[in-house]
C-alpha cells in the first residue's frame, strides 16, 4: 500500500507541476506602460495669441473674430468647409441608395427628430454663425465659428436659439486671446449635450468625463492619464478621425482602439484571439451612463398634454424629466448593459422622404453579421421611442418644433401636431397627407466611451454560458460555453448515464449471485 | 498460480498519469461546456489547454515505447474467444466458470479488451486530440500577426470533440468497473500500481486445458 501512496503522490504533483508551469501568472504589460507614457506629458503650445496684435482689439461680430484669424491661418477655412462638422453632411456610399449625401441636413433622429425647420435653437450645435433656415450660405468663411473649438479660456458658450451665434456677454476679444487646441469642454459643449440635455443622446458621452475617476473612464480619469477627446480623434486638415453612427454611414475614417493598443494587446494570446471577432469595447464596456443617467425611450405620442392650458414637467427622484408637454414621455437608464450586435461598420440611415418599410422603423441600420469577415461584435445603446409619421404616404415627419413666438405652427409652443407636421413637411417640399399618427422607431449607438479598468471588464462567464449571458440574442457562430448540439449532448448523456447503470445493474447482479451461493454454501454446511 | 511482474514502471507510470490528466481534462473540459461550476471558465479554459499540452506529450512518449517495445502488439484483436469473453461476462461469471482466457504478460488483454482498447487508440483518443489541436490553434496568429482562417467551422471542431469526451468517459466507467472482474476485486488495480498479479501459471493452465479436452 506504500507504493500506492507514494506513486499517487507522484502522479498528483506531476500533474499540478505541470499546469503550474504551463500557467503562468501574468507579467507587466509593457506596451500599456509605453502608451500611458506617451501621454503622460501634455504638450505646451509654442504660441501664444495673446500676444497677437490683431486679437488684441474690441470685436464687434463673432464674424470679425473669424476674419482676424484668417489673416493668419488664410487657408484653413477651406478645410472647414470642407468637413461634415460645417456642412452637417458627407458623401458617401450607401447600400441601396448609390453614391448619396448622408448628415444632419437629411437623416432624422428619434430624440428631437431633426434639425429642417428648428435650425434657428438646432444650430447652436453648428460651427457657424447665422443659420437660421436651410438658406445657410456653406460657402461664406466669414460665418465659420473658430473660436467653438479652440476657445481656450471656456468662457464662450453659443446662445440659446440664436443659430449659432455666441452668447452676447461672451468677450470675443479674450476668447480669441485664448485660442488653443481643443479641450474636452469645447467638444463637450456639442457632443454632451446632444438630444437636449446631459448624456441624453449618446449614453457614453457626457459633462462627467470633464473631472471622473478610472472607474467611470479609464482614459480621460483625473486621477489617471488624463486624456482629452482629441488626443484620440486627431485631426488631419480639420477632417476630425472618428465616426458616429447615427450621421455616418462608411467604415472609413474610423477610430479603433487598435490604433493605439494594437490588435494583440493582451498579453493572453487566447484573449487576443477574440480580436478578429470581439470588438474592445464589447467586453471593456460593461455598462455606459456609468455617472449621469441617459435616455433609453422617448414617447412622443404622450406630449402635448396641458395643465390649465400650460405645458408641464415632470421628473424623476434624480431630477431626470420623466414628461415633457413639448417632448413626451421618458425612460431613463443609468449603468446600463448595452445590447450587442454584428457591426461592420457600415450603417444606413432612415432619409427625409424614405417610406417606411418595417415597424420598428429603424432610424438608422447597423450592418454586419456572424458570418461576414468584417464585423465585430459590439456594445450597442438602442433608443427605442415613438414619433410622428404620415400613415398615408408612410413617411416620417419633420415637424416644425420650434419657434420664439406664438402662432408659427411650431409645436413647442402651439400644442398641435397637425400644424407643425403640415408647416415642417411644407418647408422641405416633401407631401403631408393631413392624418398624423406615431410610429414606434429605434435608434443604434455603437458605444465607444466611458472604458472601464481591467478588473471591471466583462468576465469570460458573462457571455460563455447558457444561462441568458450577454450575447445570448446573437446567432450564426458557436460560442464555448453558450452553445452545444443538443443531439450529441443528448447522446453522450445517454451513454454514460447508460454506462454507469449498467455496471451497476452487473455489480447487482454479482452481489446478489455471490450472497447466493453463500447461502447454499451455508446450507451445505448446515446440513454437515 | 504465482506472482507475475506483468505492468513495467513506464507502463505504470503511463497508464496513471493519463488517467490523471483525462479526469482533469473532464473535469476543466465540461466545465468550458457549462455542465460543472468548479474553477471558473477563464481558469478552467487556462487548465484545460495545459493539461491538454502535457497529455499531448505523454502520448507522444507511449507511442514511443509502445513500438520500441513491441508492445504494440498486444492491441490486435483477435475474433477467438471473443464471444466466450463476452458469454463470460454476461453469463459465466454468476455461474462461477472460469475466465475463458489467460492472462499472462505477453498477452495482457482478453479479446474484448484488446478490441475496445484499439478503439480507445484508434476512435476516441484521434477523436478528441486531433479536434482537440484544432480547437487549440483555431484563430491563432501566424508570424505575421494575421489570423489564421480556418474553414472548418468551430461548431463542428467542438461537437466532435465533445462526442470524443462523453465517450471516453463512459469508457472509463466501464473500464473502472472492469477492473473489479479480477480474482479478487482489487486484484487488477493492485496489478496496475504494484506491476505484479496472481496468475495462473501459463503451465498449469495448458495442462488444464489438454485434460480438459482429452475428457
Redesign the interface.
Known amino acids: 500500500m506504500n ?2 501512496i507514494i ?2 503522490i507522484v ?2 504533483i ?2 499540478l507541476i ?2 503550474n ?3 503562468r501568472t501574468e507579467p507587466m504589460n509593457l506596451s500599456q506602460y509605453e502608451l500611458k507614457q506617451k501621454f503622460a506629458s501634455k504638450v505646451k503650445p509654442s504660441v501664444d495669441h495673446s500676444e497677437f496684435e490683431i486679437l488684441q482689439q474690441h470685436f464687434k461680430t463673432p464674424q470679425d473674430v473669424t476674419e482676424a484669424c484668417l489673416t493668419c491661418h488664410n487657408k484653413r477655412h477651406e478645410e472647414i468647409i470642407h468637413s461634415s462638422h460645417w456642412n452637417w453632411e458627407r458623401v458617401a456610399y450607401v447600400e441601396g441608395k448609390g453614391i448619396s449625401k448622408i448628415g444632419k441636413k437629411n437623416v432624422l433622429n428619434n430624440f428631437c427628430i431633426g434639425a429642417n425647420t428648428n435650425e434657428q435653437a438646432c444650430a447652436k450645435c453648428h460651427i457657424g454663425f447665422g443659420m437660421t433656415s436651410n438658406k445657410f450660405d456653406f460657402n461664406n468663411a466669414r460665418n465659420v465659428d473658430c473660436m467653438v473649438c479652440h476657445d481656450g479660456s471656456e468662457e464662450y458658450i453659443k446662445g440659446a436659439a440664436m443659430a449659432g451665434y455666441p452668447d452676447r456677454n461672451v468677450n470675443l476679444s479674450k476668447v480669441a486671446q485664448s485660442v488653443n487646441k481643443p479641450s474636452s469642454v469645447n467638444c463637450g459643449s456639442c457632443h454632451f449635450y446632444s438630444g437636449g440635455g446631459n448624456n441624453v443622446k449618446h449614453g457614453d458621452l457626457e459633462e462627467a468625463l470633464l473631472a471622473c475617476d478610472r472607474n467611470t473612464d479609464v482614459h480621460m480619469a483625473q486621477n489617471g492619464i488624463n486624456m482629452t477627446c482629441v488626443d484620440c480623434h486627431t485631426g488631419e486638415k480639420h477632417n476630425i478621425k472618428g465616426k458616429l453612427y447615427s450621421v455616418s454611414s462608411t467604415d472609413v475614417n474610423r477610430l479603433n482602439c487598435e490604433e493605439c493598443h494594437t ?2 494587446p493582451h498579453l493572453d ?2 484573449l ?2 477574440h ?3 470581439i470588438a474592445c469595447q464589447t467586453c471593456h464596456i460593461p455598462t455606459y451612463a456609468k455617472q449621469n443617467a441617459t435616455k433609453m425611450a422617448w414617447r412622443w405620442s404622450e406630449s402635448g398634454k396641458l395643465k390649465d392650458g400650460k405645458p408641464y414637467h415632470e421628473e424623476d427622484s434624480l431630477g431626470n424629466h420623466t414628461y415633457l408637454s413639448i417632448k413626451g414621455e421618458f425612460e431613463w437608464g443609468t449603468n446600463v448593459e448595452p445590447e450587442y450586435f454584428w457591426f461592420n461598420g457600415n450603417a444606413s440611415h432612415y432619409v427625409i422622404g424614405d417610406t417606411i418599410e418595417s415597424v420598428p422603423v429603424q432610424i438608422n441600420k447597423l450592418y454586419g453579421s456572424a458570418d461576414d ?1 468584417h464585423s465585430k461584435i459590439y456594445p450597442v445603446k438602442v433608443h427605442r421611442g415613438d414619433q410622428i409619421y404620415d400613415p398615408e404616404t408612410n413617411m416620417l415627419i419633420q415637424p416644425k418644433l420650434f419657434s420664439p413666438e406664438k402662432g408659427d405652427s411650431a409645436f413647442w409652443v402651439d400644442f398641435n401636431w397637425g400644424l407643425a407636421a403640415e408647416a415642417g413637411m411644407k418647408q422641405l417640399g416633401l407631401p403631408y397627407s393631413g392624418n398624423y399618427d406615431f410610429v414606434e422607431t429605434e435608434m443604434y449607438w455603437p458605444i465607444n466611451h466611458m472604458v472601464s479598468p481591467k478588473e471591471q471588464t466583462l ?3 458573462e457571455c ?3 444561462n441568458d449571458g450577454r450575447l445570448a440574442s446573437l446567432s450564426g ?2 460560442l ?6 443538443n443531439w ?2 443528448l ?3 445517454l ?2 448515464w ?3 447503470i ?2 451497476s445493474i ?2 447487482l ?2 452481489l446478489i ?1 455471490s450472497l447466493r ?1 453463500n447461502e447454499v454454501e451455508t446450507e451445505e454446511i448446515d446440513l454437515e | 498460480m504465482r506472482q507475475v511482474y506483468i505492468y513495467k514502471k513506464f507502463e505504470r507510470f503511463w497508464h496513471w498519469s493519463q488517467a490523471a490528466l483525462i479526469f482533469f481534462l473532464a473535469l476543466t473540459g465540461f466545465e468550458i461546456h457549462d455542465s460543472i461550476h468548479l474553477f471558473g471558465f477563464e481558469k478552467a479554459v487556462a487548465f484545460h489547454r495545459s493539461a491538454s499540452y502535457l497529455l499531448l506529450g505523454l502520448i507522444g512518449l507511449s507511442i514511443f515505447w509502445h513500438f520500441t517495445t513491441g508492445e504494440w502488439k498486444q492491441y490486435i484483436p483477435t475474433l477467438s474467444k471473443l464471444k466466450d469473453q463476452i458469454h463470460y461476462y454476461t453469463i459465466g461469471m454468476f455461474k462461477g466458470d472460469p475466465h475463458p482466457t489467460i492472462k499472462s504478460a505477453h498477452k495482457k488483454l482478453n479479446p474484448l479488451q484488446a478490441v475496445v482498447y484499439l478503439g480507445f487508440k484508434l476512435v476516441m483518443a484521434p477523436m478528441v486530440i486531433l479536434s482537440g489541436i484544432l480547437y487549440l490553434y483555431y484563430k491563432s496568429f501566424d508570424v505575421n500577426d494575421i489570423v489564421v482562417a480556418l474553414d472548418i467551422p468551430l461548431e463542428w471542431i467542438a461537437v466532435i470533440h465533445t462526442l470524443g469526451a462523453f465517450l471516453l468517459m463512459s469508457f472509463v466507467v466501464v473500464h473502472v468497473y472492469m477492473t473489479t472482474t479480477g480474482h479478487s476485486l482489487t486484484a487488477n488495480i493492485k496489478a496496475m500500481i504494484t506491476g505484479w498479479e496472481n496468475l495462473e501459471d501459463e503451465e498449469d493452465a495448458r495442462q488444464e486445458e489438454n485434460k480438459s479436452s482429452k475428457n
Open positions: 507504493r500506492v506513486y499517487s502522479v498528483t506531476l500533474v505541470g499546469v508551469l504551463l500557467h490588435s494583440k494570446d487566447l487576443n484571439r480580436y478578429s471577432k469577415i468576465s469570460c462567464e460563455h454560458t447558457q457562430f458557436y464555448p460555453g453558450r452553445d452545444r448540439n450529441i449532448d447522446f453522450g448523456n451513454l454514460f447508460g454506462s454507469l449498467g455496471v452487473h455489480a447482479a454479482r449471485n451461493k
